[in-house]
């Protein structure tokens, strides 16, 4: 059964700093990881996707690594600002019987930004 | 191009009740997919609709279903409510055809379910 861990839970940092953020998952058999941000009580905002034959993607301050052999992936985030404070969640695109499958989600990291 | 919109956005019921929730993805999007999401949990999948079949089921009791009509809309129910049934619902939406890996998901805003 696919697991999806991150760590830290929360976060908190002070403006201008450059952090990373970790997730875990226990099965390579995925197609993607996604990362996504979530503000208080909204939905979910896609940031980055990685499909399962790359190495890693960009945008903007945003970069993100996924190395499938260890089961892991990283969240980079450059020059944070206080726009920046959220849940950031991760998630890996199981298959299933269809030719897409479902997200399983790791519990996130509430990141804040302080000024 | 509009994005996933939910309907309602809040509601409120009581135990015993039934509940639908609808979601309108994005268009050309073939494939929706429910969550719910509580602070317990976490985020969880509930099911995948693909051209108005299921296509994948998480592991929710037999009170939780949805179906898609042939726009693409989707609308999922959940009879007998249970206290533990309050949440976040969300909806995603994706292509669901082509390249699997590179078939991003969609979140509407959600809706908030509270059974009192």
């Known amino acids: 059964k696919q697991e999806v861990t991150q760590i830290p839970a929360a976060l908190s940092v002070p403006e201008g700093e450059n952090l990373v953020l970790n997730c875990s998952f226990t099965?390579?058999?995925?197609?993607?990881l996604q990362w996504f941000r979530q503000d208080p009580g909204k939905g979910l905002t896609s940031l980055l996707l990685?499909?399962?034959s790359q190495r890693e993607q960009t945008s903007g301050r945003l970069n993100a690594s996924l190395d499938k052999s260890s089961g892991r992936s990283t969240l980079y985030i450059a020059a944070s600002q206080p726009g920046d404070s959220a849940t950031y969640l991760c998630?890996?695109?199981?298959w299933g019987s269809g030719n897409t499958g479902k997200l399983i989600f790791g519990q996130g990291t509430t990141l804040q930004v302080k000024p | 191009k509009a994005g996933v919109t939910q309907t309602p956005r809040y509601l409120i019921k009581t135990r015993g009740q039934q509940v639908t929730l609808s979601c309108s993805p994005i268009?050309?999007?073939?494939?929706v997919s429910w969550y719910q999401q509580t602070p317990g949990q976490g985020l969880q999948f509930l099911f995948e609709?693909?051209?108005?079949?299921?296509?994948n089921k998480g592991n929710f009791p037999g009170r939780f279903s949805g179906r898609q009509f042939s726009n693409s809309r989707s609308e999922m129910n959940v009879s007998t409510l249970e206290l533990g049934d309050s949440a976040l619902y969300l909806c995603?939406?994706?292509f669901g055809y082509g390249t699997a890996s590179t078939d991003t998901q969609y979140f509407g805003p959600g809706t908030r379910l509270t059974v009192l």
């Open positions: 995603a939406s994706s």
């Open positions: 268009s050309g999007h073939r494939s």
């Open positions: 609709y693909f051209s108005e079949t299921q296509r």
């Open positions: 099965d390579s058999a995925i197609y993607n």
């Open positions: 990685i499909q399962s």
């Open positions: 998630a890996v695109g199981e």
